[in-house]
C-alpha cells in the first residue's frame, strides 16, 4: 500500500502562485506515474495534471500555467501553479498508479487526503 501526503495548499490572490508537494511511501516510487486532480464545491472531481517515467499531460484549463515534476530522490511529485484564476479554488489531490499516467481518476490506485487551494482577492 502506498501513502500520500499533500501540502502546499492555501489562499492566494488571482495571478498569484502556490506550489503543491505530494509526498509518497513506497521504494519504487520511480516506477509509478503520479496525477493530480481537484475538487471544486458541487462539482465532480477533474483531472488536472499527470506526469509518468518521462511524460506529462495536462488538463487544457491549466495548460501554460501548472507545471508539474517529480523528484525520484525525494519520493515527492510537485504542482507549481501560476496564474492562478478564482475558478482554479478546489481541493487537490495526488493519486499513485502502477501503470502508465492517464487522466483518469478511476484508473489510480491511491489517494492523498487533499489540500485545499483559494483563489480570491
Known amino acids: 500500500q502506498v501513502q500520500l501526503v499533500e501540502s502546499g495548499g492555501g489562499l492566494v490572490q488571482p495571478g498569484g502562485s502556490l506550489r503543491l508537494s505530494c509526498v509518497a511511501s513506497g521504494r519504487t516510487f520511480s516506477t509509478y506515474a503520479m496525477g493530480w486532480f481537484r475538487q471544486a464545491p458541487g462539482k465532480e472531481r477533474e483531472f488536472v495534471a499527470a506526469i509518468g517515467v518521462r511524460s506529462t499531460k495536462y488538463a487544457d484549463s491549466v495548460k501554460g500555467r501548472f507545471t508539474i515534476s517529480r523528484d525520484n530522490a525525494k519520493n515527492t511529485v510537485y504542482l507549481q501553479m501560476d496564474s492562478l484564476k478564482p475558478e482554479d479554488t478546489a481541493v487537490y489531490y495526488c493519486?499513485?498508479?502502477?501503470?502508465?499516467?492517464?487522466?483518469?481518476?478511476?484508473?489510480?490506485?491511491?489517494w492523498g487526503q487533499g489540500t485545499q487551494v483559494t483563489v480570491s482577492s
Open positions: 493519486a499513485v498508479r502502477y501503470q502508465y499516467s492517464t487522466t483518469k481518476d478511476i484508473d489510480y490506485n491511491y
